[in-house]
């Protein structure tokens, strides 16, 4: 996309704010719209370690903002889309049994669409800061492998040989080992009931 191309070598001209202003950016645009190729773009630009690092910050307070809209100005309107989502209900009879577990468990799985969710932990009794704790990590291993599909695709872009298979390569099991552990988590959140709940 040639906006994110402008936009990635903006940040890179800033220097050592880039990174600062690509989350905040992140922060932003996640409030409102899946920031899929923000994730991907930042492992191009910013490598593996930093993309991972940026994005887990962006996506952390894209999720916060909306966490706190849900309790603020858009209570109404959210309480109105997760009334028809019988999964969200089961979701919150799930964290008020065992809390910040299950915001964990949804972030690692990822059965929820992330910006759908980032509302609706805001109608939860989940606190805040329980809230932002869990978020960053639970979406660490999906962020990294997908930062790092992004780093793999700017190698295979520049074509760097040999590196770019190693890069590829470790792309590819870290995604692997993301889906492993996305399912594991799936699995934990049934047996909290969370499915059970939805179909009972």
């Not at 923000?38 to 910013?46: C, E, K, R, S």
Request: hydrophobic content about 60%.
């Amino acid at each position: 996309m040639s906006w994110l191309r402008e936009f990635q070598l903006w940040v890179a001209g800033l220097g050592a704010a880039g990174p600062i202003v690509y989350a905040l950016a992140y922060g932003v645009i996640g409030v409102f719209l899946p920031a899929t190729i923000l994730t991907l773009g930042a492992g191009a630009l910013f490598g593996v370690v930093g993309g991972t690092i940026v994005v887990a910050c962006g996506a952390t307070m894209a999720a916060t903002l909306a966490f706190l809209l849900a309790r603020t100005v858009l209570r109404k309107k959210v309480e109105a889309m997760a009334a028809k989502n019988p999964k969200f209900r089961a979701v919150d009879r799930a964290i008020t049994r065992e809390g910040v577990k299950i915001v964990v468990l949804i972030r690692l799985s990822a059965v929820f669409p992330f910006l759908f969710v980032n509302y609706a932990f805001g109608l939860t009794s989940i606190r805040l800061l329980p809230f932002v704790l869990a978020t960053f990590f639970g979406i660490l291993p999906l962020t990294f492998a997908f930062v790092y599909l992004g780093h793999a695709g700017a190698a295979v872009a520049t074509q760097q040989n040999a590196r770019t298979l190693i890069t590829v390569a470790g792309a590819l099991i870290a995604l692997g080992v993301s889906v492993y552990v996305g399912r594991l988590a799936a699995r934990a959140i049934k047996r909290a009931g969370v499915e059970d709940d939805v179909t009972g």
